[in-house]
């Protein structure tokens, strides 16, 4: 079955470094989207891409799909106390309509 | 209508008794999702639902594991004779429907804590 990894599983930075968490699926994604879990609380979605190749930003955040649709990276820029949380990406099969796999995550502390 | 609702938030329970969660989505969703999480891991996938119909579901899925959607709002997912394997976070998660998918994001609750003793 597919499977999504995520490197590295754990990092610690301190605040105003950047921070880079990578995804490689073993299978080829139609699309991919990135979710955010704080401590505690639930995955919340950040975004979607779609087309290979494809780089978005959000204000820090910046996002690459591979152009093979096979990997992913989402990496922060001068990282903040609120970034703080685990990191998953999420992706599905292009044969599977709706089945959404997430990958193994990546948890991100950062100190003062 | 503030997102998707979980009930309950825990539930412990002894080794080989059954339980039930329930799930209400976003009222104008109409999928619905349930993932399993255990600590430091991402979300596996359970099952999911369009409307009333239940379209997928985890091979990994034991046949102690059902899920209902009866009229294509709430969902509840059962476990009968728990094991203390089956302690993990619940989540649900809930989506609008749209062709092929393409711009399709969760919603999740904020997930029921089991704990089998």
């Known amino acids: 079955g597919q499977q999504v990894m995520q490197i590295p599983q754990y990092q610690h930075v301190q605040e105003g470094e950047d921070f880079t968490t990578y995804c490689n699926s073993s299978?080829?994604?139609?699309?991919i989207q990135w979710y955010k879990q704080r401590p505690g609380g639930h995955p919340v979605f950040l975004i979607q891409l779609v087309k290979s190749g494809e780089v978005k930003k959000q204000k820090r955040l910046t996002f690459q799909f591979g152009e093979a649709k096979k990997n992913s990276s989402l990496h922060i820029t001068a990282t903040q106390t609120t970034d703080v949380g685990t990191y998953f990406c999420?992706?599905?099969?292009?044969?599977?309509?709706?089945?959404?796999?997430f990958g193994t995550g990546t948890r991100l502390q950062v100190t003062l | 209508d503030t997102g998707v609702s979980q009930d309950p938030r825990h539930k412990i329970t002894k080794r080989g008794q059954n339980v039930t969660f329930r799930c209400d989505p976003i009222?104008?969703?109409?999928?619905l999702y349930w993932y399993r999480q255990t600590l430091g891991q991402g979300p596996e996938f359970l099952t999911y639902f369009q409307n009333e119909a239940q379209l997928e579901k985890s091979r990994l899925l034991s046949d102690r594991f059902s899920a209902e959607r009866p009229k294509g709002s709430f969902s509840t997912l059962e476990i009968q004779r728990t094991e203390q394997g089956d302690s993990a976070m619940y989540l649900c998660?809930?989506?609008?429907?749209?062709?092929?998918?393409?711009?399709?994001?969760?919603?999740f609750g904020s997930g029921t804590q089991l704990s089998v003793l």
């Open positions: 998660a809930s989506s609008a429907d749209n062709p092929g998918h393409r711009n399709e994001k969760l919603f």
């Open positions: 009222s104008e969703h109409n999928r």
């Open positions: 999420a992706g599905r099969n292009t044969g599977t309509a709706s089945k959404l796999t």
């Open positions: 299978t080829t994604l139609s699309n």
